[in-house]
T-cell receptor, first 113, second 114 residues
Framework: SQTIHQWPATLVQPVGSPLSLECTVE??????LYWYRQAAGRGLQLLFYSIGIDQISSEVPQNLSASRPQDRQFILSSKKLLLSDSGFYLCAWSEGDGYTEAFFGQGTRLTVV | AQTVTQSQPEMSVQEAETVTLSCTYD???????LFWYKQPPSRQMILVIR??????QNATENRFSVNFQKAAKSFSLKISDSQLGDAAMYFCAYEGGRDDKIIFGKGTRLHILP
């Protein structure tokens, strides 16, 4: 069966420090991968999505970036965190061959201090 | 661009009663999927129900059912016989288009009153 792993679960980082959140999927190949951020009052905001290696689309211009070094690995990064980057980050995957629901990781609570 | 709108930030319902959560969306696509997700206090996202746009029949999963009005671009969720465990944030989501991206509404927080 397919599983998704997202880590770390909790992170406290100072302003200006770098960020790296990792997400891996097991049990499937060529998944669609997504990064969302959940902030109070704004629901789930789509940050990045990828339908394949080297195919990453950005939805919101900001100081975050995403990479997909392997088929089932998705990384969210920042060179310098801002206070406004605090939030709950969710990684998700869906089947790459058609419309299916998204399956979510456990999430990362990021606090920038 | 596709959008998903949930106009009810919060709702309350008495235990055992029925409640309907609203969702509207905007798209120029003819083929797409719609979903309702539940996010309990643990913050784990749980799929509640899904609806394929090409199907006229409304989806049903036990106490959960949808009212899908394609022409009106409306996709409401009805919860019957509400239970305390139904208390959560509910998100409406859309998936469609060539890029398969999934976008969510802002959510509706549902309170169940004992």
């Amino acid at each position: 069966s397919q599983t998704i792993h997202q880590w770390p679960a909790t992170l406290v980082q100072p302003v200006g420090s770098p960020l790296s959140l990792e997400c891996t999927v097991e049990g499937t190949s060529n998944p669609n991968l997504y990064w969302y951020r959940q902030a109070a009052g704004r629901g789930l905001q789509l940050l990045f999505y990828s339908i394949g290696i080297d195919q990453i689309s950005s939805e919101v211009p900001q100081n975050l970036s995403a990479s997909r070094p392997q088929d089932r690995q998705f990384i969210l990064s920042s060179k310098k965190l801002l206070l406004s980057d605090s939030g709950f980050y969710l990684c998700a995957w869906s089947e790459g061959d058609g419309y299916t629901e998204a399956f979510f990781g456990q999430g990362t609570r990021l606090t920038v201090v | 661009a596709q959008t998903v709108t949930q106009s009810q930030p919060e709702m309350s319902v008495q235990e055992a009663e029925t409640v309907t959560l609203s969702c509207t969306y905007d798209t120029s696509e003819s083929d797409y999927y719609l979903f309702w997700y539940k996010q309990p206090p643990s913050r784990q996202m749980i799929l509640v129900i899904r609806q394929e746009a090409y199907k006229q029949q409304n989806a049903t999963e036990n106490r959960f059912s949808v009212n899908f009005q394609k022409a009106a671009k409306s996709f409401s969720l009805k919860i019957s016989d509400s239970q305390l465990g139904d208390a959560a944030m509910y998100f409406c989501a859309y998936e469609g288009g060539r890029d398969d991206k999934i976008i969510f509404g802002k959510g509706t927080r549902l309170h169940i009153l004992p």
